[in-house]
């Protein structure tokens, strides 16, 4: 991967004073090329040996181009909050809109390397993170976003020769720390961890560029060109970018499915229903009180046609929690800040820390439910929600959150009822609208993308709960007890959790 | 994964009956058009739980489609020869060609599962796989493979039913054995270990269909559909198939290279030529008997320029080997047979067993070198080889292949010399063709090429080692050298393999 880099490359003062202005020119044109058309995201990430120009690289790029459009974001020692989240989070968090390019100091890589070193992955676990970041990489391409990643190589030498010419210059002598020759020890394992990093990565959608650092005119030349030449290439790109995915196939011989399969005519007694209530609701106020809860955070998922009562049922939950723990996010159209955005960022940037519970009354099912059947997205882009959506929650998972998912099931029937009812009742009726009505025509393409979301996304990990919910009390009083009871699976089977930040 | 799979799905006699033939025409059409214009090879894996109609499976498709173009390849404990080969090999020499269906009964997914089942393989390492498996789904999906993965399922009772109803039968007993029953002990643990798979490998290109096996009519007519609907569809499919890539990007801004930093006026008096070609013939004669050498196998692979010099350097390492142990594979334009299967099938199906030697004049490095320069593929195709490249050599690695890259680099100088040389000498004349003189005209791709390759396939574990090739007896002892350098390392170093087929 380094030979190139080991070269010693250098670019003399004139040459670099001819070719710098056409650079600038060509990148602050390409800048506001990607603003008023492009509208697709640049992600750049700065990666590599110590002392090889990474800060001066970001420092150049702020030179050459238009600040205002550019964003910068260092990560160093996870923050408290950023430690209570999963490992991706901060990264989704920062993640540029379209439009605009986000220069990633350290990134999504720089803790697994450092890991390898420190000796604290093992190489299975480095390859598993290697494929979830292949994974989010293949998201961020599919949605559109352009991704650099540079890594800037110094050899064992040439590092050893920047450190002491920094050093010896008062201006940059302060950024050489007793830290800086330690690594210049590691250097070794460094490079047998990046080599291998960079070889599990350098995937044809988003390849490595490997750059040498020793010489600042040959590296910040480089960097223009690289930048420059890539944004040009995908500005002009017409072509679709996304990842072959294979088309539905019609799988149902017969009228039996999930959702057939429901006796909704399951039903509670009013006095059953206030004693279980009253149960259920007690021992939840319990378990989110248990000490081991401040490890875990806990998602609620909430989907279900319309009027199937997720309101009412989410209402009997929150009843038995403290405001202050919890966070109802109701999940409507996308902002136009979100719309900005991968599909997945507007639930990722309400994941709750730990010993908090956040309750979605809509989810990231919107995709592949009314998405999907509305044709709000294309087909390629539901098809492959389903992966992203299981890597969502996986990663969840592995951070410890306990993810509860339901869909409230009613018959066409009962739905009609409850439409005509909340016409009737003046304070239900901002509950119905023309929409609510549409939606019912379309009953039989929402009925198998349900049949398919449940196949595709019940896992062991996260299993869907189907609520027969023709009878409020029964679904309130199932939704309550499943919760307790996952809780105290969840709580009382604290398995070895895999905590990655520390 | 596995809810609409437990619903007890069942097709009366009367349906079926007046189902079948439709499917079966429509079955018999496609596969025609397959054949005459479709020219993609179609992949079927037949997998489940046992009892869960894998066989019946097999039969029906037989039954309903043309026989003479399916081919199915039955997997179990694998060969004397299978296991002292990678483990993706016997897969790899079991696709169907274009136009052909393969169906696999038992594949890649059967032994990883079967090992984390038996405790022998570690969540982490079941996840490697995966990610290994997804590649290589993804390289079929790459070469327009339709990928169809059936999951036969059946649920804990289901399968007990269905044992009792196959041991009641007399026709059927003999299926029955003790592995039958002591299979539904570990139904649980298949269940978590299939349940993950699935997930992991459950990729938009190429999705799982999970179907409930108690049934013998639902189950025949839900496969029959499912090929049927996906085999038109794929027909009618025109659209690119292919994995997004990211543009190559022009980095070089100076005239320094890989290639140019060699320096071309090494070179070897004859008397010192003599002595050490003795020497490291002599060494790597020993090391070819090596006792350890019996648990490795040794590919060299060399490509360079025309006239550069690989078949006298070739003669010169054969020389020292027994021939029973080695195995010259010239690789020229691929064959009819060669061309209807993906790139890297003919590399794989001369990949050595244990104690034997692989030499590669001419490799797999073809498609990011002539293929590239000359246009024989597209830039989409010859972008994503060096992921496959850098996938194959590694699952070649991990099995404890031992592999040798060489670059024979001469001047353009000293090639005209030769080329001159050859035109002049009768018996090296049929050496040089209108083709090579047409090729270094194209001198400045083909050394770009050369670079990038470099650049994006020289890994730790399989590095180039670039030869000063204008003096034949330098660039010969450096070869041998290397080679037996090579070698002592890494059988004196043995580190514990990771075999995977036992």
Not at 106 to 130: C, F, V
Not at 202 to 230: C, F, H, M, Q
Not at 464 to 485: F, G, H, M, P, Q
Request: contains cysteine; hydrophobic residues 40%; aromatic residues 10%.
């Amino acid at each position: 991967m380094f030979e190139s880099a080991e070269l010693g490359h250098r670019i003399d003062k004139k040459t670099y004073r001819a070719e710098v202005p056409t650079v600038r020119e060509g990148l602050l044109d390409a800048q506001f090329d990607l603003r008023e058309n492009g509208k697709f995201p640049v992600v750049i990430l700065i990666s590599g040996v110590d002392g090889a120009g990474k800060s001066e690289t970001i420092n150049v790029l702020y030179e050459w181009m238009d600040p205002r459009f550019l964003s910068t974001l260092a990560f160093s020692t996870p923050s408290d909050e950023e430690r209570e989240h999963p490992y991706m989070w901060r990264f989704w968090r920062a993640l540029p809109p379209k439009g605009r390019i986000g220069i990633f100091a350290g990134s999504w890589y720089s803790t697994p390397i450092a890991e390898r070193i420190a000796g604290n992955l093992s190489k299975g676990d480095l390859d598993q993170r290697m494929d979830q970041i292949n994974r989010f990489e293949a998201m961020l391409v599919n949605e559109g976003a352009l991704v650099l990643k540079f890594w800037f190589h110094l050899s064992r030498d040439g590092q050893r020769q920047r450190l002491k010419a920094l050093e010896k210059d008062p201006r940059t002598a302060w950024r050489v720390t007793k830290e800086s020759w330690a690594r210049l020890k590691t250097y070794g394992k460094l490079q047998e961890a990046a080599g291998h990093v960079l070889r599990m990565t350098n995937t044809p959608w988003a390849p490595w560029i490997v750059v040498e650092g020793t010489d600042d005119r040959y590296r910040s030349l480089t960097v223009g060109k690289v930048v420059l030449d890539a944004l040009q290439k995908r500005l002009a790109d017409t072509r679709d970018q996304n990842f072959p995915v294979a088309p539905p196939i019609a799988q149902k011989i017969d009228s039996l499915d999930v959702l057939t399969a429901l006796d909704l005519t399951l039903k509670l007694e009013k006095r059953d229903y206030e004693t279980q209530l009253a149960k259920w609701q007690g021992r939840l106020s319990e378990l989110a009180r248990h000490p081991e809860f401040r490890n875990h955070s806990l998602i609620l998922a909430f989907e279900g046609s319309d009027a199937a009562g997720k309101g009412g049922s989410i209402r009997r939950v929150t009843a038995a929690l403290d405001a202050r723990q919890y966070q109802i996010v109701p999940v409507a159209a996308p902002t136009e800040e979100e719309r900005a955005q991968p599909y997945m960022w507007r639930f990722w940037r309400h994941v709750p820390r730990n010993g908090r519970v956040a309750i979605f009354d809509r989810t990231w099912y919107g995709r592949v439910l009314v998405e999907r059947v509305e044709g709000f997205c294309t087909e390629a882009d539901w098809l492959r929600a389903y992966t992203e959506i299981n890597d969502f929650e996986h990663e969840l998972r592995e951070d410890g959150a306990i993810i509860i998912k339901f869909w409230l099931q009613i018959s066409d029937k009962e739905q009609l009822r409850r439409f005509k009812e909340r016409e009737k009742i003046a304070f239900k009726r901002f509950k119905i609208t023309e929409e609510d009505w549409r939606n019912r025509d379309k009953s039989a393409a929402y009925h198998a993308a349900v049949c398919d979301m449940v196949d595709r996304t019940s896992s062991g990990m996260a299993p869907w709960t189907l609520v027969e919910a023709n009878d409020k009390s029964y679904a309130r009083v199932k939704i309550l007890r499943t919760i307790c009871e996952r809780l105290e699976q969840a709580l009382g089977n604290e398995k070895t959790r895999n905590r990655r930040k520390d």
